[in-house]
């Protein structure tokens, strides 16, 4: 079924012109995903094309279309290795989009492009999360779907407003019927096969930190979690998040190689217990930030390991959410062990060799470890010690010269100094990672944990009491962990002030509890919350199965309500009411036995009527009426005539 | 692949004639006689959607599923639109145009639209190389003309027609089947070069009537459509008067016969051929002529209907009338 101007009839420029902008705009998602040259070859590709249908050319031959795609596919297996994945799917995809507009000359091409945009849009939100990503997509399949109205060519005038109008249109009577699909259609529990993890960029803290590292996150206003507590807020000196524990030192950077003895040991705990549900953020990593000393939890697949870090096998690649409880003061039950007493006492010998030597030093005149930890702790509050966001950067023997040299660094520094100390001096100490403070919605009442409470502090081990933690940071710079200035966000604030308006600050956090609102919600929304919605809807028992049954009975329902909505368009408008009047009059003489033929005018059907049906009469001068009404001048009439029509009973004509 | 299609096209066409009986022209278009399928383009897009929907679902991602659901979506409504395209359109064909063994028979086709939507891209074809598209505002009509190439001269008939939309985005084609006869009367190629003969026994003057021209005025005559502008008598008109053609005193005194008897030695398609060549020059002479072949006699006269007449006769001499 081939048509004339069918697959094959070469698509008018501003068609082309309108794909290639829509292809544009849907990599614009995967601009930091993909690499560089793939974006490059596309918007080649696009401009070549471009340019020779500009000059009324075709697509450029097949030779060569064929040697760049074959070069082009090759680079992208060799840089990826695999088109498994998302980052290198899409970046498949999207080169072979753009091989497909080199080539594009006909209806067909346009509608594999579309299909195409249609793909990257949907791998974009794979990911994603945000509101304006999901309306930015909408308002391109709305473009791209624009651009395939009236390919097959014959509207009466190709107009991209009326197009965008009528695709807009269709866009919208869509949105009902997807969203009864979206709240109603089953969910897996368990994806269908587990994805490749496809090296998507892991954010926040990592494993290992060089002195530098936290500063960076410290810029950042991305959100880590958000906690809300059951009952009672730890203050705010004591909310730690504990992240990653790093125990290998080699002088410059901390490291974790390995997670050390599998189980954790039984911790004695003191004080209250915090209950707390945590929102966490995609972040690639398995690890969980919890409020230091963690006793349950509600995930199966994660675990202690014998530091105290929560650990899942697999990474956070969706929102989450965690119930735990957590105890902020412990006592160890048992003593160190031998391997664990030597895995965080060890230090390289031949690096930082002036602090090696400070700190024997320092150890000889205070012998206790409290004392010598407080001396250093002094240290660092008397001596020129400077926190800042912008330390200089320092090389290998990085603890001899931030102490020695420079003296100004951030919590990283501090941390990595302190544990350096502390190992010199025997006493066993490691570096901890994570988060500190939060700042609190009111609006929402829940706190934001930021990239920007990223921070760095130490534990040692004091015997007879078991791990201690301590903060370097707080003895030079308490304000890092009073709250107080840390609450408005991130550290660039401290620094610049120029946000510190209080209306700004507080849109902010409204703005951030919207964005809470939708992470419920939306990106949330689970089976769970489907049955819970099916109770709303009064339906006893909700499981699965009736899940679905409602799902079909929701579904003909609005499509039966589309469907009469389409249709309704159909219906002639009745604009005039004189007209109605006179089609009603027409309609009860047909009924009569006298109907008025097509095309027949009113005058000459009035004449008929008198002709051939002597008995209405009346009927024939009201057709004369309407005449008179609808060609005169006077309209004041229209509601005297439609009385006299709707009064009017004609009868059949006796045979 | 190919002929496996044509056979079901071709079944489902033997069904839905014997489902509907004769349709009588207009007909306006009934729901229940509107069928509708995806194209290739529209199946693409349904591998698509099952494509969106497994990824979604694998990775868990609600905005992707609210995405690929909103896709499912478009394509469902846009199935309704494609549908409503052809709904309550009413069809006619308006009227044939001469048609001549070796060029097209062109039917009109007139497209009423009584509702307030536009009708776009609607395509009419009653053959495989018989097909042309066209669009109608709201509350109007429009006309497309689809011309269908005959090689033979003949009566070509076409039992039934199709109309077809694939708006809006091409992803669906609904379509319907008419079952009325398109009568195509092709005359023969207008060819030969002889010339007319004396069958009549003012013939002679006839042919000196043609060496002088034009200018030999005999009277007014009543204006008949189709009559060469040339002929007009302007003067008239301009006083205000009737419209009125000139008539020439040799031509009106002396009517042509064009026989087919007086082509002696010629076959029976090529005497076709000159009698058409002759019918379509005097026609355009504004002679009066009659056309005398065996079987039929058309009385001398001139005008569009008559040169119609004319055609039609010689497209079906020694060929059984259509029903």
Not at chain 1, 82 to 105: H, M, R
Not at chain 1, 139 to 148: E, F, G, P, Q, R
Request: aromatic letters at 10%; one cysteine or more.
């Amino acid at each position: 079924m081939s048509s004339p101007r069918g697959a094959a009839q070469p698509v008018a420029f501003a068609r082309l012109g309108w794909i290639c902008a829509c292809l544009g705009l849907a990599m614009i998602p995967h601009m930091t995903a993909l690499p560089l040259w793939v974006l490059g070859t596309v918007g080649a590709c696009a401009a070549l094309r471009l340019f020779r249908a500009a000059h009324g050319r075709s697509a450029p031959p097949g030779l060569i279309r064929t040697l760049v795609a074959v070069l082009a596919i090759g680079l992208l297996f060799l840089q990826f290795r695999t088109f498994n994945g998302l980052t290198a799917g899409t970046a498949l995809l999207s080169l072979v989009a753009g091989l497909k507009v080199l080539e594009t000359q006909t209806r067909r091409d346009i509608h594999v492009l579309a299909l195409i945009v249609y793909f990257l849009s949907l791998a974009a939100l794979l990911h994603g999360e945000s509101f304006w990503l999901l309306a930015y997509l909408v308002a391109l399949v709305w473009i791209t779907t624009a651009t395939l109205l009236h390919l097959s060519g014959a509207a009466l005038q190709v107009d991209w407003r009326s197009g965008g109008r009528y695709a807009g249109r269709i866009l919208a009577q869509a949105a009902p019927l997807a969203l009864v699909l979206w709240l109603l259609f089953p969910r897996f529990a368990e994806p269908l096969w587990q994805t490749p993890s496809d090296g998507r960029g892991a954010t926040g803290l990592s494993d290992t930190m060089s002195p530098g590292d936290i500063d960076e996150l410290a810029l950042s206003d991305d959100v880590a979690f958000r906690v809300r507590f059951a009952d009672g807020v730890p203050p705010a000196k004591q909310r730690y998040w504990r992240g990653p524990v790093l125990h290998d030192f080699d002088g410059h950077t901390w490291r974790r190689t390995d997670s050390g003895p599998g189980i954790a040991p039984a911790l004695l705990p003191e004080g209250p217990a915090y209950r707390y549900t945590l929102n966490i953020e995609p972040n690639q990593h398995n690890w969980i930030f919890v409020l230091d000393w963690p006793s349950s939890w509600d995930l199966s697949r994660a675990m202690l390991t014998g530091d105290y870090m929560l650990v899942q096998t697999n990474p956070i690649s969706q929102p989450i959410d965690v119930v735990a409880t957590s105890y902020l003061q412990v006592r160890a039950a048992a003593p160190l062990s031998n391997g664990a007493r030597r895995r965080d006492t060890q230090l390289p010998p031949d690096r930082n060799l002036r602090t090696l030597k400070f700190a024997q030093q320092l150890r000889a005149a205070h012998p206790d470890d409290m004392d010598y930890v407080q001396a250093v702790l002094d240290m660092f509050a008397q001596q020129e010690f400077f926190y800042t966001l912008t330390p200089p950067r320092l090389a290998e023997n990085s603890v001899d010269e931030f102490l020695f040299d420079t003296k100004r660094g951030f919590c990283g520094h501090y941390a990595s100094a302190f544990a350096m100390l502390m190992r010199a001096a025997g006493i066993p100490a490691r570096v901890v990672t994570g988060y500190q403070g939060g700042a609190f919605n009111r609006f929402a009442n829940y706190w934001i944990v930021r990239q920007s409470n990223a921070h760095a502090w130490d534990e040692i081990w004091i015997e007879g009491h078991g791990w201690l933690r301590i903060d370097p940071t707080s003895a030079v710079a308490p304000q890092r962990i009073e709250p107080g200035l840390s609450d408005l966000g991130s550290a660039e604030d401290r620094f610049s002030g120029w946000r510190h308006l209080p209306w700004l600050a507080d849109m902010r956090l409204r703005i951030d509890a919207l964005r809470q609102l939708w992470r419920d919600r939306v990106l949330k929304y689970d089976e769970g919350a489907q049955l819970k919605l099916l109770g709303y809807l009064r339906i006893p028992e909700p499981d699965g199965q009736k899940l679905v049954m409602v799902m079909a009975g929701a579904l003909s329902l609005v499509l039966g309500l589309l469907a009469w909505q389409i249709r309704r368009e159909l219906a002639p408008l009745p604009k005039d009411p004189v007209l109605r009047s006179f089609n009603r009059l027409c309609r009860k003489l047909a009924a009569a036995g006298m109907a008025r033929r097509q095309h027949e005018g009113a005058e000459a059907y009035a004449a008929r009527i008198t002709e051939t049906r002597p008995d209405l009469a009346a009927a024939a001068a009201l057709c004369r009426r309407y005449s008179e009404l609808r060609y005169g001048e006077s309209r004041a009439d229209a509601a005297e005539f439609a009385a006299a029509v709707r009064a009017l009973h004609p009868r059949r004509a006796r045979a | 692949m190919k002929s496996l299609r044509q056979a079901a096209v071709d079944r489902l066409r033997a069904w839905s004639a014997r489902r509907h009986g004769r349709d009588t022209l207009p007909i306006t278009i009934h729901r229940r006689r509107i069928y509708i399928l995806p194209t290739r383009f529209g199946l693409m897009l349904a591998a698509l959607l099952v494509a969106m929907l497994i990824a979604s679902l694998n990775y868990n991602s609600n905005l992707a599923l609210a995405f690929a659901f909103l896709m499912v979506a478009l394509a469902l409504v846009a199935m309704h639109h494609c549908h409503r395209n052809l709904l309550a359109l009413s069809v006619d064909v308006h009227a044939e145009t001469d048609a001549f063994a070796g060029g097209e028979a062109c039917f009109e086709f007139v497209l009423r639209n009584e509702s307030r939507i536009e009708r776009s891209d609607i395509q009419l074809r009653f053959a495989k190389d018989a097909q042309s598209i066209g669009s109608v505002a709201g509350n109007t009509h429009g006309r497309v003309t689809v011309c269908v190439p005959v090689a033979r001269r003949g009566v070509s008939l076409f039992k039934q027609f199709e109309l077809r939309t694939d708006h809006p985005f091409g992803w669906f084609r609904a379509w319907t089947y008419v079952q009325a006869s398109l009568t195509a009367y092709v005359a023969p190629a207008p060819r030969g070069e002889r010339v007319i003969a004396a069958a009549a026994a003012a013939g002679g003057t006839a042919l000196r009537a043609e060496a002088r021209g034009d200018e030999d005025f005999a009277g007014l005559r009543s204006y008949q459509p189709g009559v060469s502008l040339k002929h007009m008598a302007w003067k008239v008109l301009a006083r205000g008067g009737e419209p009125m053609l000139r008539s020439y005193s040799g031509l009106a005194a002396n009517p042509e016969w064009l026989d087919w008897s007086s082509l002696d030695g010629l076959e029976a398609e090529a005497r076709l051929s000159q009698l058409c060549r002759w019918v379509l020059d005097s026609e355009a002479a504004q002679r009066p002529y009659g056309l005398r072949i065996p079987g039929t006699e058309l009385a001398p006269a001139c005008g569009r209907e008559h040169r119609s007449a004319c055609l039609r006769a010689l497209a079906c001499f020694g060929i059984e009338a259509p029903r």
